[in-house]
């Protein structure tokens, strides 16, 4: 074997490991615990390209260059969206993960993800620019990721190192590497260099209204219809789900992605909260002023150890971090197992409690629950068998809340917006009109929505800057717990009774099982309501989490009617088991016809970018021309007829000198033989003579190349 092929061979060895190596180096490190097979076989595909490039010429080496262009645009594109999508306060949170030695989840992924971009094309350069600058290239790729995730003294020596280093290869070795080229990755540095600037900051940046009130919930929203099993990280920062307090009425954002394992007894419907709101202004619900005020006043006494004889629940967080303690209406104490010390930044039972730090992967958080027996006794019979017919098993009220007075709650969890509409109001006399207590009230509207109202997930926002409440009960009719608990909450208050919202998970512990692992779909809100000598309760007013219908033969069809694909993922979820199929409906035309036309418009719009970065791409390749006049269509007309020349594999003039050229030309085209001499003498009497060039000249060369 000659010397040549066995170094050709070694070649494609280490640019094959230097490809592969170098992702799978960093999924080992960081702990990725997502798929990444996949990925890895796609490098070593685009490496094999890299090598088909280096081998063959002409119309098949093009291709490949084209084809490689437009995947290197469009991934540095993805992971850039990937990085947008990402809320500044995962990272914090995920540097702490690293620090503490337990990496992985979402970032981990996006670093295996960046990593394998510039490793295939470092590695894909090998064949172009050698091995040592291509190793060179990784290396600073690697040392600038680790950098930005140990950032200390020694992974930034090493990135500095690898830049010198880089830059004494580049210096001293020959390259056919342009500027042109590197389009691709330095977009997708750009990127990178701007979310390690900001990791660096000592708050987090305003994210503004493009990409946090527009950009970003319109991408999220394509991504989790695309990978609905993705752990994405979305607006509030930790969660798998986004059923935000703000804005109110659209569809929401729900991942598959496990966020708890909860332990405890069986059969048990948790109601496991996160944030509760007292205040509900234009489609938004938020802690009030005065509310607020009073907790900083009275900071929480939450935290404590196990109390025996008590029901224990015990939450594990299987997601990459939490911002908040999870707890139940009827906690007692927590006792929280975790790296980091325990510090609530603001909150009660009455808000929820916000961390300083976050709960991490792996953390537990043990809840000791109140005897209900001692907290039920004193209440009125009539309301406690009304809220056991609707909440079977499930009655919990919040320890202490029962003494409180009813002035001070009245002042909190009693008031109205005056943006609530008239027709809200009227509705709200009319559901109490034949009501002799507060919980006949509660009875009638409850009733009222579950009759009249239909659940689904497939909502929009209203439009017109419309309250969503006014176009939930009045115009739509269709909403999930969002819209249920909201409505619900807003007609109680009319009629004198306080409630407040309570935003969380909804776990179900089936019989015979001990845990259950929360997902995103498991995502809630509901009303909290505050009786005398009972305190605060939970009300279930959404229909698809009625306990009572859970294993009724019809459920699906009773609260999917549509047959909608996010709505049927969270129905399974929140049952916990498959949902029988649907039967057959009749094919929807219309329904087929849309899809295909958005697909169609989308792939016209990808034609039209990639065209149009095709034709910028050649304009940059054109050599500008110094001469004006018919001298300059003259000159323009040459450097097509070179370019088409080129590309069946004939080397312009500029490198092999026009003999040569003109030789090559006479023995491709032999039947054009006195057209290639017309033009060599041309090209001599013009461009060395100083010849003074006329138009019959510029269309002898329009018609030539169009023969050629």
Known sequence: MKKENVFFIIKMILSLILAVGAPLLIALLLSVDQPTFGILIVVAVINILFLLKSIFSGKLKIFITWFLAVFYILASLFIILYIIVIPYPSYMAWLELVRAGRPGGIISLLFFYGTAFFSSLFAGLVYKNGVLRS????????????????????TILLFIAAVILEFILFALLPHK??????????????????????????????????????????????????FPDLPLLTTVAGYGYDYKAEDLGGRPLLSNAPIFS?????????????????????????????????????PARIMGSRIANRELLEVTLLHDYFEFLP???????????????????????DTGFNLTLPLLKGDKVQINTVKQE???????????????????????????????????????????????????????????????????ILRNIRRFLIKNYIYSLSTSPPAGGED???????????????????????LARLNGIPARYASGFYAYIPQGESQTVVSGLQAHVWPELWFPNLGWTILEVTPALDLATFYNSEYYRLFNPDNDALTARQLQALMGRKIPPPQEKPIDLHGLLMPALYLLAGAGILAALILIFIWIIKTIRKRKSRYKGT????????????????????????????IVWSEKLRHFFPDHENQIDTLIDLVNEIFYNARTPSKSNVQFLKQLSRRL
């Open 374 to 440: 001692t907290v039920q006794n004193q209440a009125d019979q009539e309301l406690i068998d009304f809220l056991e017919k609707v909440m079977p098993g499930s009655l919990k009220v919040q320890k202490g809340s029962a003494n409180t007075d009813r002035e001070e709650i009245a002042v909190y969890y009693l008031k109205t917006s005056d943006s609530i509409s008239q027709d809200i109001r009227r509705l709200a006399r009319e559901l109490s009109f034949d009501a002799g207590s507060d919980w006949q």
């Open 468 to 490: 969503f409440l006014d176009d939930f009960l009045f115009n739509t009719k269709k909403g999930y717990c969002v819209h249920f608990a909201s409505a619900f909450i807003i």
């Open 177 to 226: 590497l342009k500027l042109k080229h590197a389009f691709a990755p330095l977009l997708l540095l750009a990127a990178i260099v701007a979310v390690s600037a900001m990791l660096s900051l000592n708050s987090a940046p305003n994210s503004g209204y493009l990409v946090g009130r527009a950009l970003d919930p319109q991408l999220k929203r394509i991504i989790l219809e695309l």
């Open 327 to 349: 707890h139940t209406i009827d906690t007692e104490s927590l006792v929280v197992r975790n790296q980091n010390p325990v510090e609530i930044a603001f909150g009660t039972i």
């Open 262 to 298: 909860v332990r405890g007894s069986s059969p048990q419907g948790i109601y496991l909260r996160v944030q509760v709101f007292n205040e509900y202004t234009e489609n938004n619900w938020s802690v009030s002023f005065e509310l607020r005020k009073k907790i900083r006043e009275q």
């Open 135 to 154: 190793l060179g290239g990784l290396l600073i790729v690697i040392s600038f990721e680790a950098a930005v995730v140990y950032q200390d003294g020694l």
């Open 631 to 658: 001298l300059k269509k003259i000159d323009r007309c040459l450097q097509k007829l070179v370019l088409k020349l080129q590309k069946q594999s004939i080397h312009p003039p500029q490198e092999s000198g026009w």
